[in-house]
């Protein structure tokens, strides 16, 4: 694993790049990102709802705009908790990392 002047870290070959920030930053990244994420995610389902009227209207009487709107609602709330997964704490081990933990699950 080696780190950038950023500090940001990055495991040999892979391109997954893990931001530490103190604990307090951590929480507060969390929570926040989980609600933006639920709230994105759950507010696209429903312009897709109102723009299918319940998954009810024909084809040709859909809101198209409306039900983009809310598919592109549902990927921002993807990308929020996509990202908010980057940031971890000094204090946070990878369970992959560890040498002393057996490779096998049984």
């Known amino acids: 694993?080696?780190?950038d002047q950023s500090g940001a870290?990055?495991?040999g070959g892979n391109d997954r790049r893990?931001?530490?920030v103190p604990l307090r930053v951590y929480k507060t990244v969390t929570?926040?990102?989980t609600l933006i994420a639920v709230g994105?995610?759950?507010g696209g389902f429903i312009l897709v709802d109102v723009a299918t009227d319940r998954a009810s209207a024909p084809a040709s009487e859909i809101d198209v705009?409306?039900?983009i709107g809310g598919i592109g609602l549902i990927l921002a709330g993807t990308?929020?908790?996509?990202f908010s997964t980057r940031f971890r704490t000094a204090e946070m081990g990878k369970s992959k990392d560890?040498?002393?933990e057996p490779s096998d699950n049984g």
């Not at 990308?79 to 996509?82: I, K, L, P, R, S």
């Open 1 to 3: 694993m080696t780190e």
């Open 9 to 11: 870290t990055t495991d």
């Open 18 to 20: 893990d931001v530490v």
């Open 31 to 33: 929570v926040f990102s």
């Open 40 to 42: 994105c995610v759950v």
């Open 65 to 67: 705009p409306i039900a």
């Open 79 to 82: 990308v929020v908790y996509a």
């Open 98 to 100: 560890d040498a002393d």
